[in-house]
């Protein structure tokens, strides 16, 4: 099998090749059918995330393993099922779900497997779908996707997965304004899904005006420039006293900045995106103004069967999607370092 990985981190993908793996116990092997390309995957190639102040979160030192196949947006076409693995057959199409969990930590039992204490999750602690086949360790995490498009479905693993786990932590989705920050391929998600799950009405707030007329013909409710001075001014006045809820999916000190000062009363402010930085605040507010600072991180399992039955219900999120060749991944990664892709760009098998 083909595989594109992380040897050196900083330095592009390296293409290697190895003997298909047979799956054994529970595991099942996949024919690779799809694999979007997420904005983390920069930072997992870059091996470290900023933490502000001029710290780094090294990846190595969190226990990622070089070299590494990234990729974890994937739909696949069982190929093989080791002899446990119960549940699937050769020939099924399945969206992976790739945070896979210890299933017997505290965090795990409580249901939050996502926040597993133990993650060895597919493209990040083990290889994933930037390559021709892919091996899962058991069928709990495989998704009937039925007879959607595998290109379109593997976005909903990450992106479709984090914005669902997101919104589920507004408790004003559906009567209030929801700002969203960021109108990357998290955002426009985010904004699809928003609607489908009956949102009230969203307010988008980003620095790239194609970005804003994308979330604008997404049906945003409005968009606002995040390099405006004003910006803070224009989403209390847009919310008529500030907002009930944002969520913030670049994650940047000038980001934070603008969804905590958005804050009304008892609002809450939802942290997404893993840009990277760090914002000071003041306590006292904290408490007097009663807010809510939250992270979000994924989505269970629970709520990836709740995402799917969403998507059966109300067909999938009309995000863009570009696809391009496997072989294409350095460049395609490029691209969306440059901020050059609206939507999600998906890798499909090299057809050879
Ligand atoms: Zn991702
Ligand atoms: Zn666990």
Known sequence: MRMFQVCTCGQPLQLAEQPTPEPQGTEVLLKVLAAGV???????????????GGQRLSLQDRGMKLPLTLGHENVGEVVAVGPDAAGVRPGDRRLVDPWICCGT??????????????????????????????????????FDIGDLPPERA??????????????????????????????????????????KMGGHSAI?????????????????????????????QQIVNLTHGGAWAVIDFVGSSASARIGYDSLIKGGKYVI???????????????????????????????????LLDLVRRTGLPPVPVATRPLDDVNAVMADLRAGKVVGRMVLTPASH
């Open 272 to 306: 997404v995106g893993l840009y990277g930085g760090d914002f000071t605040v003041s306590l006292p507010p904290i408490a007097m103004r009663a807010l809510t600072i939250q992270g979000s991180y994924t989505g269970s399992l629970h709520e990836m069967a709740e």
């Open 38 to 52: 997420c904005h983390s995957d920069l930072h997992l190639a870059d091996g470290w995330f900023d933490l502000g």
């Open 204 to 232: 988008v707030v980003d620095i790239d005006p194609v970005k804003r007329d994308a979330a604008r013909q997404a049906g945003a409710a409005a968009v606002l420039d995040g390099a405006a001075p004003d910006v803070v």
């Open 105 to 142: 930590c505290a965090v795990c039992l409580r249901g939050d497997d996502n926040l597993c204490t133990a993650m060895r999750s597919i493209g990040i602690f083990a290889n994933g779908g930037y390559a021709d086949y892919l091996m899962v360790p058991h069928p709990r995490y495989l």
């Open 154 to 195: 593997a976005p909903l693993a990450c992106s479709g997965l984090t914005t669902f786990g997101a919104l589920k932590k507004v408790p004003t989705l559906t009567s209030e304004p929801t700002v969203i920050i960021g109108a990357g391929g998290l955002g426009l998600m985010c904004l699809a899904l928003h609607r």
